[in-house]
């Protein structure tokens, strides 16, 4: 597995982030938050609910803007862009994996791979060799033709994977990605996470499971909008892909 790299591909500086419901009542989901994350690097991020976990990965998806402070993804400031920069933003250089997929069902496999280049109005035959070997990548070479309802859930996640390399993305976040699936189908897919980690992609990973939290470099634990404590793991060898 190779290491982390020290060049920073996040870079959080007191991200605060506030609701306001109204009638002076404002809930601090963040109450500035300082973090880096390495290149390369694999993150978990935990807490329990309300703990500001989900906001922090918003933030990190450029899904909003924050109250405060500042973000800094590839070194650049994306905490001040406008709308449409943010856009331009996530579909470029953010790779997302759902826990409930988000799979378009009239789209086969080959067009739900393909999806972020139709947003971005690419060609998509200069595209169509890459997008096959992401779903080689992921197993399902014999399912391009497929649509989502004839899939089973871990192939629908693998799909999901698929989909958020085919940019070829700085980060790959993921939002509970096992949470919809057995725990068998759940390790596969983490075992296809660990190895498009080892291949040097960074991956930024929510979960309330400590099982999927200790396949990660690092760990942040946050509570009340701050991050709480660290933990490094040791984390097991990405298991090889079936030939």
């Known amino acids: 597995m190779p290491e982390a790299s020290n060049q920073s591909i996040i870079r959080t500086v007191g991200l605060e982030k506030h609701y306001f419901l109204g009638e002076g009542n404002v809930v601090r989901a963040l109450r500035g938050v300082n973090l880096e994350v390495s290149a390369g690097e694999y993150l978990a991020i935990m807490g329990p609910s309300g703990s500001g976990k989900s906001t922090m990965l918003n933030m990190l998806g450029c899904l909003d803007k924050p109250t405060a402070g500042a973000y800094y993804l590839g070194g650049e400031d994306v905490s001040k862009l406008d709308d449409d920069a943010l856009s331009e933003i996530r579909g470029r250089r953010i790779g997302f994996i759902f826990q409930s997929y988000n799979l378009i069902p009239q789209l086969t496999v080959l067009e739900n791979i393909q999806v ?8 998509l035959r200069s ?14 070479s014999d399912r391009l033709d497929h649509r989502p309802t004839q899939l089973s859930g871990g192939q629908q996640q693998r799909v999901a994977i698929a989909r958020a390399l085919v940019t070829e993305p700085l980060i790959v976040l993921a939002d509970e990605p096992t949470g919809n699936l057995d725990s068998r189908t759940g390790e596969e897919v983490l075992d296809l996470i660990g190895r498009l980690n080892a291949s040097g992609k960074t991956v930024v990973l929510v979960t309330h499971d400590e099982k999927v939290a200790a396949r990660a470099h690092r760990v942040i634990h946050m509570k009340d909008g701050l991050i709480d404590r660290e933990v490094r793991n040791a984390p097991a060898r990405a298991v090889p892909a079936a030939s």
């Open 127 to 140: 595209h169509h060799d890459r997008c096959v070997e992401l779903a080689r990548m992921v197993g399902l």
């Open 116 to 123: 972020p280049l139709m947003y971005q109005a690419a060609d």
